[in-house]
Structures are given as structure tokens and as C-alpha cells.
């Protein structure tokens, strides 16, 4: 069982920054592959980034490719979302979320197994 506690969302003026990070309980952290998903308002969930258990393989949507950047920390239990340059249309609630690492790493949400709470980012223009 994982636990997953996203943090440092919060206001942001468009061109700015903010760093997401997501701390993970429990044992064997780095036996999962981890991602970052969001969801706008009246839109569904959306895949950002992924990244796998060592971290060195990592996948990003298009739209966030060159802004973004994801890493994990396997030491600390946590892995991070970078985002800069960013948007009003990166407005949104982020997800990190675990699954298994015998799977190949996944831009797909169901494919996750465990999810955290999610922390509100909004981007004002």
C-alpha cells in the first residue's frame, strides 16, 4: 500500500513557475513507476508526465513538453514536477499517482494503482 501526499500548488502570473512535489509512505518506493495527471474543470483527467522507478526513463504530454519537467527523489520518497513557463491553460488539479513497476511505464490513468489527493494549480493571465 502507498500513500501519496501532493504539495506546493498555489497561485501563479502566466510566464511563471512552481515546483509540484509528491511525497510517497510507506515501503519500496522505487519498486514504482510514478505520474503526474491533471484535470481542469468540466475537462477528464489528463496525462502531464511519468517517470519510472530509477528515473531514467521519463514521458511527457506534448503540451508540456520543454516546460516541464518531472524527477524523483527515491531517497526521500518523493518525486517532483517542475513547471515553468507556464499557462492559464495549465490551470488545473494535479495527481500524482504509483503503479506497479513490472509494468512498462504508462501514460495511461488506469493503469495506476494509487493516487493522491491532488494539489490546485492556477495560472492567472
Known amino acids: 500500500q502507498v500513500q501519496l501526499v501532493e504539495s506546493g500548488g498555489g497561485l501563479v502570473q502566466a510566464g511563471g513557475s512552481l515546483r509540484i512535489s509528491c511525497v510517497a509512505s510507506?515501503?519500496?518506493?522505487?519498486?514504482?513507476?510514478m505520474g503526474w495527471f491533471r484535470q481542469a474543470s468540466g475537462k477528464e483527467r489528463e496525462f502531464v508526465a511519468a517517470?519510472?522507478?530509477?528515473?531514467?526513463?521519463?514521458y511527457y504530454a506534448d503540451s508540456v513538453k520543454g516546460r516541464f519537467t518531472c524527477s524523483r527523489d527515491n531517497a526521500k520518497n518523493t518525486v517532483y514536477l517542475q513547471m515553468n513557463s507556464l499557462k492559464p491553460e495549465d490551470t488545473a488539479v494535479y495527481y500524482c499517482?504509483?503503479?506497479?513497476?513490472?509494468?512498462?511505464?504508462?501514460?495511461?490513468?488506469?493503469?495506476?494503482?494509487?493516487w493522491g489527493q491532488g494539489t490546485r494549480v492556477t495560472v492567472s493571465s
Open positions: 517517470i519510472s522507478r530509477s528515473g531514467g526513463e521519463i
Open positions: 499517482a504509483a503503479h506497479f513497476a513490472w509494468r512498462e511505464l504508462s501514460t495511461n490513468w488506469n493503469d495506476y494503482n494509487y
Open positions: 510507506g515501503r519500496f518506493f522505487s519498486r514504482y513507476n
